[in-house]
Each structure stands twice: as C-alpha cells, then as structure tokens.
C-alpha cells in the first residue's frame, strides 16, 4: 500500500514563497505520473501541476511561470516550489500518484493561506 504525506504548507504574505513537499512510502512500483492538486473553499479540485514518468512537466495557466514540480526519485519525494504567491493561492494543496492498474493515490493534503 502506497502512502503520501505532504508538508510544507502554511501562511505567507503575498508575494512569498513556500515550497511543499510530498513523501511517498510503499511499493510504489510503475508510475504514470506525479501530480499537485488543489482545493479552495466552494470550489472543485484543481490540477496545477504534473511530471510524467519521463520527466515532462504541465501547469495550469495560473501558476505557470510561478510554481515548479520536480521530484527526487531516489528519495520517493515531489516537490512543489511556489513564488510569488498571490490570495487566490489560498487552498489545500494535494499529491496525487497516477499508477497502473490501479486508482491514483492521494495524500492528506496541506493547507496554504496567502494573506497580508
């Protein structure tokens, strides 16, 4: 059984940075991909950011040019660094292991409040 347990989170002042961390333990085996995801109140789940097996990386317009996944495989860790955060930043933030033959795993998630 596969676990992810993120970090990082917390409250910073527009404009500021944080940079969340996502552990995962198990047999983790064959990957598709690693993902972030978030979650503001009232609102659905959102995909911000995606690595691939082979290292390709996606992001959602409104973090693009702001955050950055990347990944340290032989820690079984991702990670998400984001600058220049802005309020409507604010939200749970979410790892997700897309996997084969198998439903994606996800985390606990961590909070992230950017407020003055």
């Known amino acids: 059984q596969v676990q992810l347990v993120e970090s990082g989170g917390g409250l910073v002042q527009p404009g500021g940075s944080l940079r969340l961390s996502c552990a995962a333990s198990?047999?983790?085996?064959?990957?598709?991909?690693w993902s972030w995801y978030r979650q503001a109140p009232g609102k659905q789940r959102e995909l911000v950011a995606v690595m691939s097996r082979g290292g390709n990386m996606g992001y959602s317009d409104s973090v693009k040019g702001r955050f950055t996944i990347s990944r340290d495989n032989a820690k079984n860790l991702v990670y998400l660094q984001m600058n220049s955060l802005k309020p409507e930043d604010t939200a749970v933030y979410y790892c997700?292991?897309?996997?084969?033959?198998?439903?994606?795993?996800w985390g606990q998630g961590t909070q992230v409040t950017v407020s003055s």
């Open positions: 997700n292991l897309a996997v084969p033959t198998q439903t994606p795993y």
């Open positions: 198990g047999s983790i085996g064959s990957i598709y991909a």
